[in-house]
């Protein structure tokens, strides 16, 4: 299927979508964007365009809104179609959190590889990007948190800004797995996380972690010498596990990731 774009009247960038492989890429180009000289930075996201289609939320207005004030670096945002999401968010096999799901696969690493080996070389050969660690994001929310994180400790060369969004540290020997692992340049890492104060409540699974294991992995983070400049960790008061939520951070998230300092 050949490139389709996509012009809304709401935002000035535009949206494009085609097939890579066997998964849907969706891509939003800032207002800026021309083709010419000038490298933009990348974040490559979960869930597919979830985070910025506009007939899903309106996210990419506020993000426009603070380019226009010269408060953010445009940004291309490359959203990845999940084909087994409950296998490739995984960074490892575990049991299901209850009989009525499927465990999970495990297949982290290949779909991670995925991205680093085939989407993100066709991305910087098709668009004038800004290649570097310091202008390569990955983001997502809930399992999509979980696997961007593990993404930037399993690929520190290549990930620079990492978002997570009530992200699923709940996950088994996650938090031991992130106060065990030794990241190269850490100190250069810019990490976004947060989580909604009700996360977890009434979960009778090992999502009753999610807010304490959000705030331990955000301790280990800086007892392994990231500055505090450099990590944020968002408590959202009375938010539960919902896409809303999600979305409502969304913008605030790349903010502080891509801010112009």
């Known amino acids: 299927m050949a490139r389709q774009i996509y ?15 066997e998964r849907k890429i969706y891509g939003y180009m800032p207002p800026s964007y021309d083709g010419g000289l000038e490298k933009f930075p990348v974040v490559y996201l979960q869930d597919g365009g979830d985070f910025f289609l506009p007939e899903k939320n309106r996210v990419l207005s506020v993000l426009e809104g603070n380019f226009e004030k010269n408060k953010l670096k445009e940004v291309i945002l490359i959203g990845i179609e999940p084909k087994q ?20 696969g495990g297949k ?3 779909y991670i590889r995925f991205i680093v080996e085939e989407l993100k070389p066709f991305i910087d050969a ?4 800004d290649p570097s660690v310091e202008g390569t994001g990955i983001m997502g929310a809930s399992l999509g948190g979980l696997i961007s ?7 520190p060369e290549v990930f620079g800004r990492i978002g997570c969004i009530s992200a699923s540290f709940w996950y088994e020997d996650f938090l ?3 106060v065990r692992r030794e990241i ?23 999502q009753i972690f999610m807010v304490s294991n959000t705030k331990a992995i955000y301790d280990a983070f800086l007892e392994k010498g990231i500055g505090n400049e450099n990590i944020r960790l968002e408590i959202d008061h009375g938010a539960s596990h919902n896409y809303k939520f ?5 913008p605030k998230a790349i903010e502080w990731l891509f801010s112009k300092d």
């Open 246 to 250: 999600f979305a409502d951070r969304f």
């Open 176 to 178: 031991e797995y992130i």
């Open 85 to 104: 999401r409950l296998d490739e968010y995984s960074p490892w096999y575990a049991t299901a959190l209850s009989k009525r799901f499927k465990d999970f």
């Open 149 to 155: 994180m593990y993404a930037a400790c399993v690929y």
């Open 7 to 21: 012009q809304y009247e709401d935002i000035k960038g535009h949206i494009w979508m085609e097939e890579f492989g």
């Open 108 to 110: 982290g690493d290949v």
């Open 184 to 206: 190269s340049n850490i100190r250069s890492k810019k990490i976004y996380m947060d989580v909604g104060s009700l996360e977890g409540h009434g979960k009778d699974s090992r």
């Open 126 to 129: 098709s668009f004038n990007t």
